[in-house]
Each structure stands twice: as C-alpha cells, then as structure tokens.
C-alpha cells in the first residue's frame, strides 16, 4: 500500500493506492470558500489551513480505505512546483510518518503525477501516447515515451489555460474558482458573437493566452454598462478562444509526435467544451482521446502515489535533507524536455 500527500496549492489531499493501482481511498479537502473572499488563493492562508487539515486528510484516507497506517510500505509526497510554504507542510508531514515508520519515502514532481494518473484503474493507459498538461498553472505539449521519460514539446509563453480562465472570469465579475463558473455561464453564450484574436499561428507547439484575456479586458471596456447581457455570449466567445487554442496544438502534438492516443490531464481537463473538441481532433487525425474523471483531473493524491508505483523512495540522511521546490525540472524545456 502506498500512502500519499499532495499539497501544492490550496487543496489538502490524501490517497491510499495499492500496488496494482486501485485506489482505495482519495480525500481532497478543499479550500475554495476559504479563498473566495480574496477572488484568488492566498499563498499565507493556504499554508496555514493545510497545517491544520494534513493529519486529518491522512487519517481519513486509512480510514476509508481501511487499513492501518501499520500496512503502508512506502509514503509519496508532491515535492513541487507549487506555493513552497503549501509544500512544505505536505513534505514535512510525509517525512514525520516516514522516519516514524522507518518507511521509503518518493519525492514527487506534481506535473508528472498528473501525466501518472492515467496509469491507475480504471483507464490503466499504457504508454506511448501524446499528452495535453493543462491546469491552473501548467500548459504543456508532452511526448510520453514511457512514463518515467516525459519529453516536453511546447507550452505556454505566458499564462497557463487554467490562469486564463479565472482571470477571465474574474474579469466577467464571476467568483472564485473561475473556470468552472465560466464554463457554466458560457454555456448560454454565443460563442461565435465576438470574434478574439488567433494567436502563433506560424508556431504550432506553443501557447499564448496573454492577448486573449486583454481582448476580453478590452471587448467589455468597449461595452461598458451594456455589457451585463453580453456576458455569456463574452465567456462563450473566450472560452471558445482558449480551447480552440489547445485543440489546435493538441492536432500538431499528435501530428509532430504520430502517436495514435492523445490524453488530456490537469484540471482544465474538466472542461466539457474542451473534451468535446479534442475529441472531433482525434477523430479527424485516427486517434484515440484518453480522459480521466474530473476527480483525477483536479489536484488530488492519488496520482502522487501512481508516480511512486515503481520508484523505491529514499531514506535516511537523504530523506532528512529532502526539500520542496517551487518550479519544475518539466517546465525548463531548454535542458531537454525530459523528466524521468
């Protein structure tokens, strides 16, 4: 049994997953109204509310997945990228349980966690595939040789999909978290009403939502006070001009790569316009879309312990120096594009 904690952002999570890749239990506790005041996530709070729920998250997960803490043979933590003070509390309590165990413990980069969540039950995708990374801080073009070697195509130069939502929706007045309010107002929306600028169109792995938010910024500046009965036809429209974006890069990653599978991780994952336009482009190219439940889309610790699967962990003085970091090896494409 693997135990694992994932606190990178405002989530505090737990997971008991077994070594065949079941899932036993996954808790997530959520910060969301915590943040909602602020219209965003507040480095400071965040780390002080994970203080106080990371033992309860771990409790709960023993508990439903009914095994005591004696049964665990090996403990997975997000090491980062992430809000380092989030982290630390995560590391810190993994590395307490570890050295009171005497238990290996895996040092996890998050963005490969999100990539290892499609090994689990019950998608189980065995690589080589394509893969779209987009979440609230990441928007990444991966060739997945194997799981343990993550070669990084493209991305995004600026904002990350995820942060483009929310800002959007902050923009649209529309509360924290963003995204899924977005995409539920939208649905009411013309998408074809305003028009947004393409972007990179002479680069096709690379992303840029930067001067699609300022477009909208901009298109409700025009508007004014006539903008309130726009606004679903707004976030229609610019949430049409984000996905099209990934939908178009998620073509050329299938075509640049001539993988037959094409999986989508992350948060925004979640996003139902999004899935539907993969999908006509894995229709067109002769792929197959590979898409997890939005419970494994969203943060969760269950897809730390799938990267901890078949890695032994570390022990001794190595575990007591271990330490978070705030950005990933993934992100620095200029050293090759490869994690393992």
């Known amino acids: 049994m693997i135990l694992a904690i994932e606190t990178s952002c ?43 729920l990371a033992v309860p998250a771990v409790e709960r997960a023993l508990a439903e997945a009914g095994v005591a803490l004696a049964q665990i043979d090996r403990v997975a933590v997000t090491q980062g990228p992430g809000l380092i003070g989030a982290l630390l509390v995560g590391v810190a309590t993994a590395k307490a349980i570890a050295f009171a165990r005497k238990l290996p413990l895996v040092p996890v980069d998050h963005l490969s966690g999100h990539v290892a969540a499609l090994r689990l039950a019950p998608l189980r995708l065995a690589a080589p595939f394509a893969c779209l990374l987009v979440s609230g801080g990441h928007s990444l073009l991966i060739d997945v040789e194997r799981y343990d070697r993550l070669h990084v195509l493209g991305g995004t130069l600026d904002d990350a999909a995820g942060e ?28 074809t009403r305003f028009p947004f600028p393409e972007v ?93 439940p939005p419970s494994l889309c969203v943060d969760n610790a269950a897809m730390i312990a799938a990267v901890a699967l078949d890695r032994e962990g570390i022990s001794g003085r190595e575990l007591a120096e271990l ?17 393992s």
């Open 10 to 52: 405002d989530d505090t999570c737990a997971a008991v997953v077994g070594h065949d890749g079941v899932i036993r239990s996954s808790v997530r506790s959520s910060q969301d109204a915590l943040h909602s005041a602020f219209g965003g996530v507040v480095p400071e709070v965040a780390s002080r509310r994970h203080l106080e």
């Open 200 to 292: 990179l169109r002479d680069r096709p792995l690379e992303l840029s939502f930067a001067g699609v938010k300022t477009s909208l910024l901009y298109r409700l500046r025009d508007l004014g006070v006539g903008a309130e009965p726009a606004r679903a036809d707004l976030a229609a429209s610019f949430q049409a001009a984000v996905v099209g974006q990934l939908a178009s890069r998620a073509s050329s990653l299938l075509a640049e790569t001539g993988r037959d599978v094409l999986a989508v991780v992350g948060g925004v994952a979640a996003n139902g316009r999004l899935r539907d336009e993969l999908a006509g482009v894995c229709a067109r190219s002769g792929a197959r879309l590979a898409l997890l």
């Open 323 to 339: 330490d978070a970091f705030a950005r990933s090896p993934l992100r620095a494409r200029g050293i090759g594009g490869q994690v």
């Open 164 to 191: 483009a939502f929310d800002k959007g929706a902050r923009l649209l007045g529309l509360p924290f978290p963003g995204g899924p309010q977005l995409e539920a107002l939208a649905r009411s929306g013309d998408a």
